[in-house]
């Protein structure tokens, strides 16, 4: 909403258009420049990349020691009772519409999947929820200043940016995991440690993912 005073109503008004661009160049952008690159992008270096940018603007702003506080007791109930829910949905969906080979992963390449459980929670998950969640959220008051909008924002364009990935089923999951993440970060914002409950569910999904057999869809890049 423009304020009274004109001249701070186009303040607000230019900084709420320069977020818009921001996003659009860094989370709509961006992944589709990777997607559709001539040459093979390296993933990783790109969001670390983007991360480390999202560090730099929040810089001051955010208080990441706060962020990664020890959080309050019973923090990690929720978001395991969450990643039990996806489990046994993306099971089903494995089951009845994916023709897929289930936990084909952990039989064939058991050392894979082992460093997939240990390093994707630090190489994947820590920097997407720093751009996904706290980025996006933090710094982008002027635009996202309703809970719904950040849900809604965050979501779309958490599952857009996995069009890095071979096929639709990794944006389209993707949506809805960020829906479940977004709303997990809305819950604890303002609480200390807020960081911990986002990475335990984002880690706990991506570990489901491959360890049921459907990394396919997340290894296979175009």
Known sequence: MYSANKTTGISISKAALWEAAELFVLLFAMPLAVAYS?????????????????????????SFKELFRRPAAGWWIAPLARAAAACVALYLVQEFWIDGQRFSLIRE????WAMVMVLYPVLSVLPQEIIFRV????GHAKLLNHPLARVLV???????????????FAAFSSFFAGIALALNYEKNRDAPGALWPLLLEHALYGQIVFTLGLGKFFFLTR
Do not use: M
Request: charged residues 10%; contains cysteine; positive net charge.
């Open 38 to 62: 001539p040459v093979r992008v390296p993933k990783f270096p790109v969001l670390f990349a983007g991360a480390f940018y999202c560090v730099f603007r929040l810089w001051g702003r955010v």
């Open 135 to 138: 980025f996006l959220c933090e």
């Open 109 to 112: 390449r058991p050392w894979l």
């Open 154 to 168: 965050g979501a779309i364009l958490f599952g857009w940016a996995h069009i890095i990935y071979a096929g639709y």
